[in-house]
């Protein structure tokens, strides 16, 4: 059982009424905790902010949750803070309530250590026959509604074989990869004078992850041309490089997708430098 | 503050652990109750048992359901029953949790007494901006992830003017219609030998309503013809009758769709009263 606290107060449970409960109305962050702090604090209360404003629900004071996030992660040496603000209790029926009061719910589990050799050696992935549905309104923030994911993931158990796919890409409906259920993609592709990083666009469908946009930036940074665009699986397996990220994962490379197999290459190997050391 | 049973126990909070509250892992179900009696109830323990089935999730015994909501609407004259499913407790990921044991909610609350011209008049209907995305796979069924139908609900304020807007029409992203924020949507058009019934295909967005199921039927039996079939805004709009429906409404003629006036024609009259005369 995580340590939770609801509006501040320690506690388990909260009211059936919540509307995050009666229609997933909210949003969420999962944030990686080390040394008694969550990592990333301003960029994960950015995004948070931006899905408060796109969904209008009013966002929690920063600090407020802030002093709550360090009390709970206090002493913490390897832990995982996830974040769930919802638009509070209504009444029955789908209209925001005039008066919404908003819930957070801040819960700190223990983080899951990740084989080495998925850092070392990449992973397996499989592909998805569970769609992302286009939905603008909803596109890169990190709201409640996640059947699509949950259905995704239900594609296949994990039997815990080595060679077995430890995630699953997703497309839309128009045959573009998005993401992966939990993850972020890259792939690394020749370009005309030197080679280019790519990542979907997410502007129809899928999460912006804080990693994504970190890797972006370190890319950036080290003078790799980055193009968010759109990508088929012709172009992933056409790829010099694949990889994956999330905030708890950092770089998984891919190994393999479906039957086909890639080397870890250069590239994913100094943005995962260039990630580890990056501050904060 | 509704009565509310949690699995079988007089309660009003439920773990934020559980997989509705954290992912909008569930389904649910609003019923009618009158004389102390839920109605419809094989109707709505039907779709109930296909969303159970779609999202994999373990249906509780129908009987267990049906002894626990004779005993919160006992003595009710006349009220609303929700029944939410979910998949119960998990750990964190969206993997579904291989012994998952499902979650049942019912709460009881006092039945909206609608204004009598909206069933003698019509009801005022908006279009809404807000797009239902396209998913198959979560087509038809009644589930939790209820974002779509928040957004939309919230393009306008209810200011309790007599000409407002009283429900919003969505569409998908194809410009199709698709159905009402809380509502099934029928239309009635002139056909070569007759006037035809006409009601949106939910194949790949939507809740199929009972009383949308009730309507086709009682239409049929009376031998109206019925086409569940795509419509377009102009459809709409060159149609002779207009009406919406679900399980607490019943029917309510469209006395106007935004600009557009229409007058309360006979088939939603004959079928509002065919409708009222089925037993259960």
Same mark, same amino acid.
């Given at each position: 059982?995580?340590?939770?606290?609801?509006n501040?107060?320690?506690?388990?449970?909260?009211?059936?009424?919540?509307r995050?409960?009666?229609?997933?109305?909210?949003?969420?962050?999962?944030?990686?905790?080390?040394?008694?702090?969550?990592?990333?604090?301003?960029?994960?209360?950015?995004?948070?902010?931006?899905?408060?404003?796109?969904?209008?629900?009013?966002?929690?004071?920063?600090?407020?949750?802030?002093?709550?996030?360090?009390?709970?992660?206090a002493?913490?040496?390897?832990?995982?803070?996830?974040?769930?603000?919802t638009?509070?209790t209504?009444?029955?029926?789908?209209?925001?309530?005039?008066?919404?009061?908003?819930?957070?719910?801040?819960?700190?589990?223990?983080?899951?250590?990740?084989?080495?050799?998925?850092?070392?050696?990449?992973?397996?992935?499989?592909?998805?026959?569970?769609?992302?549905?286009?939905?603008?309104?909803?596109?890169?923030?990190?709201?409640?509604?996640?059947?699509?994911?949950?259905?995704?993931?239900?594609?296949?158990?994990?039997?815990?074989?080595s060679?077995?796919?430890?995630?699953?890409?997703?497309?839309?409906?128009?045959?573009? &990869?998005?993401e992966g259920?939990?993850? *972020?993609?890259?792939? $690394?592709? @020749?370009?005309?004078s030197?080679? !280019?990083?790519? +990542?979907?666009?997410?502007?129809?469908?899928? &999460?912006?992850?804080?990693?994504r946009? *970190?890797?972006?930036? $370190?890319? @950036?940074?080290?003078?790799?041309? !980055?193009?968010? +665009?759109?990508?088929?699986?012709?172009?992933?397996?056409?790829?010099?490089?694949l990889?994956?990220?999330?905030?708890?994962m950092?770089?998984?490379?891919?190994?393999?997708?479906?039957?086909?197999?890639?080397?870890?290459?250069?590239?994913?190997?100094?943005?995962?430098?260039?990630?580890?050391?990056l501050?904060?």
């Amino acid at each position: 059982m995580p340590a939770i606290l609801i509006n501040g107060q320690s506690a388990e449970h909260i009211s059936v009424l919540d509307r995050g409960f009666q229609y997933g109305d909210g949003l969420f962050e999962t944030l990686r905790v080390s040394a008694g702090k969550p990592r990333r604090w301003a960029q994960h209360m950015a995004r948070l902010a931006t899905g408060c404003q796109r969904l209008r629900i009013a966002m929690p004071e920063p600090t407020l949750l802030l002093s709550e996030a360090m009390s709970l992660c206090a002493g913490e040496v390897n832990g995982v803070l996830k974040i769930i603000v919802t638009r509070g209790t209504g009444e029955r029926g789908y209209a925001p309530p005039a008066q919404a009061v908003t819930t957070r719910v801040l819960s700190l589990s223990s983080a899951v250590i990740f084989p080495a050799e998925y850092y070392r050696d990449g992973v397996s992935v499989r592909v998805c026959d569970t769609r992302l549905a286009d939905n603008p309104a909803l596109a890169g923030i990190k709201h409640l509604n996640r059947l699509e994911q949950v259905l995704a993931r239900a594609e296949w158990q994990d039997k815990g074989e080595s060679m077995q796919a430890v995630e699953g890409l997703m497309l839309d409906n128009n045959n573009n &990869v998005i993401e992966g259920i939990m993850s *972020n993609l890259f792939c $690394v592709q @020749e370009g005309g004078s030197g080679p !280019v990083l790519k +990542t979907p666009l997410l502007t129809h469908c899928g &999460v912006k992850g804080i990693t994504r946009e *970190n890797i972006i930036n $370190v890319a @950036e940074a080290a003078g790799i041309s !980055v193009q968010e +665009t759109t990508l088929r699986l012709t172009d992933l397996y056409r790829s010099e490089e694949l990889f994956l990220c999330n905030t708890l994962m950092g770089i998984w490379p891919v190994r393999q997708l479906e039957e086909q197999h890639f080397a870890v290459g250069p590239m994913t190997r100094q943005l995962s430098q260039a990630l580890e050391s990056l501050h904060d």
